[in-house]
């Protein structure tokens, strides 16, 4: 991960503002929800920011209430997907030991079967 990239090189920030078609299940001012391009459940979606933060890590005091929001849209997505009562998992990467790949922060919102606890 590069957490210099600039917003202009940033998948996610094109997904964002259009540049590359994307269907988005989910939008308002502040986060957009579209599908994994590879997904690993059955339901695998992405909750993403509009603004570009590289990461969960470069968040400030003043994205509080952003990520918070987030997680809001996250439990009301995954009612409309049909899994809020089967059960879902979401998870941020943050990092490198994460596993983190794009560095514009989103949260996966995953469900559709039963999910192990990873390593
Ligand atoms: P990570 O950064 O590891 O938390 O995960 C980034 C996720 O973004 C991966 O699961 C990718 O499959 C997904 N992804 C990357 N590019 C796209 C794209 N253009 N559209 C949808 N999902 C994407």
Known sequence: MNPEQKDTDCIFCKIVNGEVPTELLYQDEDVVVFRDINPLTPVHLLVVTRKHIPS?????????ALVGKMTRVANQVAKEQGIADSGYRVTINSGADSGQIVPHLHMHLMGGRHLRWGH
Do not use: C, F, G
Request: no cysteine.
């Open 56 to 64: 969960l890590a470069h968040m400030s005091d003043e994205d509080t």
